[in-house]
């Protein structure tokens, strides 16, 4: 299982990555909405993480664009935002498979929803 | 994927290669493997000279033990030689060993230029190690600061839940069932033995047929031992021999926390997982700590809350008996009047806000008649003009009262308008219409109700059905239309108080 984490905060890719890792996933990664595109056209994930505010292509462009590329793709897209903030949320109704992951993040929370993902028929 | 490789698999052995090649001046094969000679880097090409060195070596009764020197050097048949070092110093137990294999005339032991040729496999090694300490460590902070980001999002979540706190255990409920979530555990239970509380979640991996079982032991062994210990425990060992105590016979392993109200134990926080499970580890442990800090806070909360809330219904209840003590005949009314409110607010969708607002309100609307002379509220037949003019004050004297409690400042318009007329013309301000508080509109068709079913000092209580249609009689003129078409909707299921209250029917069922 493959899963591409989109992050431009070096602390949260390191926690990540070594959770995911622990857990027997393949993970990639990638610090902006450009760079994890161009990784998602030579080999899509099995799963897309990404953080909403980053430099750049943002989280919500990036949904956005791989939504307009790949409009037929398999892979489920886990939005982070703020379990605080007021972000608006609605327009990742409009993008199928694509769901939120609230921060504070946790690895031991993520894992569960992976699990559940993969569970998924 | 074995420790030892975990342990290198992510040394940037690369940047050590050309290192080495830099202060050797090349012409040497480098690689890695773990204790037993397994190549850990470069990866697996058969036609290396170091995977074929390896695979040489391997059955050949080679031993890679370097027997505590920093080096040992080794002629090949092959006209090539080979050193290796290992990853770590001695005395420690090596994670690997470095390798390097070339021409055994670059490698001759006697030749100028050897020493230093070691030099920079040792200090290769050693800046390898180096490295994968760094790697280690950092690894270790990083998982330290996962554990930290878990109990954060716990305390996040749990506060969003708190944030709507108003007394009441469903958000207990909704807290447990987020623990069972959280810490992926079967079972979750909060137990609450003085107030015989114990909710419960499950989020099963495979059925738990003795659950009733299991949350029995909770709230009785594992609760007492618990409240003695005053500390949280892990039970995940079969053998455990506390397990004589607690769960005897069940398998299951199991995390508790006690909860503090002031220095007591008052209830615990428990998780329950099949054996199946990994076992319960300290990180767990800390975090149903967390989470039954949390719920000791919000128990103490709650029960402030009970308190205030009992202390308020006491003194409703006082000032119910004053006005009852004045009028015995109505006794009861309070009650019924406010009963049959709640439904019709309940039938009109009303906020649950509003609905408490107006249960007080129904409840207290006619506590205004402690004002009034006992003459003239317990004459029967007829009042003169004047005393009728002391039965209108009551609704405004209810107001006058209610106002020194703070609390009550909602309920105030209620108690005020609840003789208005619809069309206008009531009292005591005379307004119609909309202009009237819903929750007296809804009162004034309630009080209606009562006051022609139960029975007075001069007279009997009439029917539920004459009753009915002298409500549909005044709807529009004394009464709110659309409060009275809610009434008769609430009337139409046939509810409950009609009986509990006593009330006549004519149509001769019961």
């Known amino acids: ?91 990742a109704s409009r993008i199928p498979n694509t769901d939120f992951l609230e921060k504070p993040l946790s690895p031991r929370n993520l894992i569960a929803r992976l699990a559940g993902f993969a569970a998924r028929p | ?131 994968q300490k760094l790697r280690r460590e950092l690894d270790s902070l990083a998982l330290e600061l996962a554990a930290r980001y878990d109990e954060l999002h716990l305390v996040y979540s749990i506060d969003s839940h708190i944030r709507n706190f108003s007394g009441g255990w469903q958000v207990f409920q909704k807290l447990v069932e987020l623990c069972a979530q959280h810490m992926n555990a079967d079972v979750a239970a909060l137990v609450y033995p003085t107030l015989d509380v114990t909710l419960s979640a499950t989020n099963l991996s495979k059925p738990m047929f003795n659950l009733d079982l299991v949350l029995v032991e909770l709230r009785g062994d594992l609760y007492r031992f618990i409240q003695a210990g005053k500390q949280s425990v892990a039970i995940n060992e079969a053998g455990d021999e506390r397990r004589g105590y607690i769960f005897t016979g069940m398998p299951y392993k199991l995390l508790a926390s006690p909860l503090y109200l002031g220095n007591s134990v008052a209830a615990i926080l428990a998780l329950v997982n099949h054996d199946d499970k990994p076992d319960f580890s300290a990180s767990d442990r800390k975090l149903v700590e967390v989470m039954a800090n949390q719920f000791s806070n919000l128990l103490h909360m709650y029960r402030m809350l009970e308190e205030q809330r009992t202390f308020n219904r006491q003194i409703v209840a006082a000032l119910i008996e004053a006005v009852e003590a004045k009028e015995p005949y109505t006794r009861g009314h309070s009650e019924r009047v406010s009963a049959i409110s709640v439904d019709i607010g309940r039938e009109l969708d009303l906020p649950e806000a509003a609905i408490d607002a107006l249960g007080w309100a129904s409840v207290l609307h006619d506590v205004g008649k402690i004002g009034i002379p006992d003459a003239v509220l317990s004459k029967p037949g007829a009042l003169t003009r004047d005393e009728y003019t002391f039965i209108k004050v009551h609704s405004e004297r209810g107001c006058e009262i209610l106002k020194h409690i703070e609390h009550l400042k909602p309920v105030l318009p209620a108690v005020r308008h609840h003789h208005e007329r619809f069309e206008g013309g009531g009292y005591p301000d005379g307004i119609a219409g909309k202009s009237i508080p819903l929750s007296a509109r809804i009162i004034a068709v309630a009080d209606t109700y009562d006051a022609m079913t139960s029975s007075r000092a001069y007279r009997a209580g009439r029917s539920h059905e004459e009753a009915l249609l002298e409500i549909r009689r005044v709807s529009g003129t004394q009464l709110d239309p659309e409060a009275v078409a809610a009434f008769l909707r609430v009337c139409g299921r046939d509810p409950a108080w009609i009986r509990t209250f006593g009330i006549l029917r004519t149509q001769g069922d019961d």
Request: glycine share 10%; aromatic share 6%.
């Open chain 2, 1 to 131: 994927m074995s420790t030892t490789d975990a342990a290198l698999g992510d040394v940037d052995f690369e940047l050590h290669r050309r290192r080495f090649e830099n202060a050797t001046g090349g012409g040497l094969a480098l690689g890695a493997c773990d204790p037993r000679g397994t190549p850990i880097w470069p990866g697996a090409d058969p036609g290396s000279l170091f995977t074929r060195t390896l695979a040489q070596l391997e059955g050949s009764g080679f031993v890679w033990d370097c027997n505590g020197h920093a080096f040992r050097h080794r002629v090949l048949d092959n006209g090539h030689a080979m050193v290796h070092a290992p990853i770590s110093p001695p005395p420690a137990a090596p994670l690997g060993y470095l390798v390097a294999v070339g021409q055994a005339s670059k490698l001759d032991a006697s030749a100028a230029g050897f020493a230093s040729t070691m030099r920079a496999l040792e200090d290769t090694a050693a800046a390898i190690r180096a490295e």
């Open chain 1, 1 to 91: 299982m493959r899963i591409l984490i989109v992050d431009d905060e070096p602390h949260v890719m390191r926690v990540l990555t070594l959770c995911l890792r622990r857990e027997g996933y393949e993970v990639d990664s990638a610090s902006d909405g450009a760079a994890a595109l161009t990784r998602i056209r030579s080999q899509p994930p099995d799963f897309l993480i990404t953080d909403i505010s980053m430099p750049g292509m943002n989280g919500e462009q990036l949904c956005r664009a791989i939504h307009a590329e790949f409009p037929q793709r398999r892979f489920p897209i886990l939005v982070m935002t703020s379990m605080t903030g007021c972000e608006n949320r609605e327009w």
